[in-house]
């Protein structure tokens, strides 16, 4: 038995990834997992790696960025993408899973791995030692607590509500100009509706599909962070008096103040992602398309994020965690999953893997790897560690990956596939060296 230890603090998917990875590099792991003892208000199976709500571990393909991140996670050794690929149920271009099937094949691996160790029980206090923290966005009340006295947090958030952000190149900006409110600046882009647009709107967004509202999220939590759908609800002109409010904000191709405008603003650092301002929506996110797509200049917008309002326990990452995932503050203490600010089943075992690579590289005194934000884990690390004011939970998206450079002299490849295929290409050479140099078993 390795005289070499950690303790992984919950066994959903990121938490199944990290002690995975821990123990085939030799280390002994303690997993605690509260199930079945305990259930958050989601989780109801006693197997490891529940999926709570949808089977669908999103695109498969390389053009895709979560279908590159699968494939960055294959080449690692991921234990959630084998069992994923080995219960996968017909579904396109997508990776679904037979959910109860791939809960069994994780929790089998699991239990039958020599080096880990169960422990059926909630964690009320962070073990002294070498620890990866996983347990999620319904983290139990009495932890996220005990989470939230750590040194160096600023905040713990409990909800999400998030407007939807869209990528730059996807918008048609000869619709929109550029202006800050009162012209105080030029950091908005602002797309105006006359009021025959903006009727049209406010029609289609009212009658929109929202998503459900589960048991545990009750509505007064929304009151403080009103979705816009409920404020075109109480009145035609309320959002036009509100996030919508063309004050200050004269087209300087008419000179005049639209009849309505919505605010889009800049959302990251290279300037490819905009944030649409108080939109934050319950709308489901085929319906924010479709609705959203009625604003002028959005009517071929690309998503980064879809807007939502939904229980989450997340960390302010950005200055408490470093882009592997661990404290700035603790050596050794990691977190990992949902709760650091990553979006998603597969996002979660991403974290989940560099967390457990990287500390079993600190404890076997081998080459911690390096995972750059040209690659779709190193992304998401860069994502959950740079200062961000907005810091929201994020999906894997191009968007965060390092674009290809711009070579002088050089086309760039005009078709966005193209772009996307070299950009997969170039992230999984680099991971196959950090294969190569760090690869557990
Ligand atoms: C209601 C809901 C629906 C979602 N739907 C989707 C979806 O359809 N698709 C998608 O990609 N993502 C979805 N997500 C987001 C996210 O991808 C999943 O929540 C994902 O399971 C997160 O993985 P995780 O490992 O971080 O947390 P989890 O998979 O939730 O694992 C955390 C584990 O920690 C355990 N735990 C919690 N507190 C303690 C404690 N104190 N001691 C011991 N154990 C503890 C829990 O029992 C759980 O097993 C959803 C999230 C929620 C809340």
Known sequence: MSDRSATVIGAGLAGCEAAWQLAEREIHVRLIEMKPHKMSPAHHSDQFAELVCSNSFRGDRLTNAVGLLKEEMRILGSLI???????KVPAGGALAVDRDSFSAHVTKAITEHPLIEQIHEEAVSIPDGPVIIATGPLTSDAFAEVIRSLPGMSTLNFYD?????VFRE?????????LSRYNRGNDYLNAPMTEEEYTVF???????????????EENRVFEGCMPIESMA??????????????????????GKEPFA??????????????????????????????????????????????????????LNSPGF???SFEMINRKQCFFAGQITGV????????????????????????EIPVFPSCTALGAMGKHVSTPNPNFQPMNCSFGLIDPLPVIPGEKRLKKKQDRYEAVAQRSLSCIRTIQSQTGGK
Not at 170 to 178: M, P, T, V, Y
Not at 350 to 364: I, K, P, Q, Y
């Open 81 to 87: 993408m084998r069992c994923a690929d080995e219960t």
């Open 202 to 216: 406010i029609n289609e967004l009212i009658n929109a599909e929202t998503a459900e509202i589960h048991g545990f």
């Open 343 to 366: 979006e998603g089943y597969v996002e979660s075992a991403g974290s989940g893997l560099v967390a457990g690579m990287t500390l079993a590289a600190e404890l076997n005194e081998t």
């Open 170 to 178: 996807s918008l048609d900006e000869s619709k929109l100009f550029r």
């Open 321 to 323: 965690l470093n882009s």
């Open 233 to 254: 609800k109480r009145g035609f002109m309320v959002p036009a008096f509100g996030p919508m409010k063309p004050v200050g904000l004269a087209d300087p191709r008419t």
């Open 161 to 165: 509500a998030a407007a939807p952000i």
């Open 261 to 314: 405008v919505v605010q889009l603003r800049q959302d990251n650092a290279s300037d490819t992602m905009y944030n649409l301002v108080g939109f934050q929506t319950r709308l489901k996110f085929g319906e924010q398309k479709r609705v959203f797509g009625l604003i002028p200049g959005l009517e071929h917008a690309e998503y980064a994020r879809y807007g939502v309002m939904h229980r989450n326990t997340f």
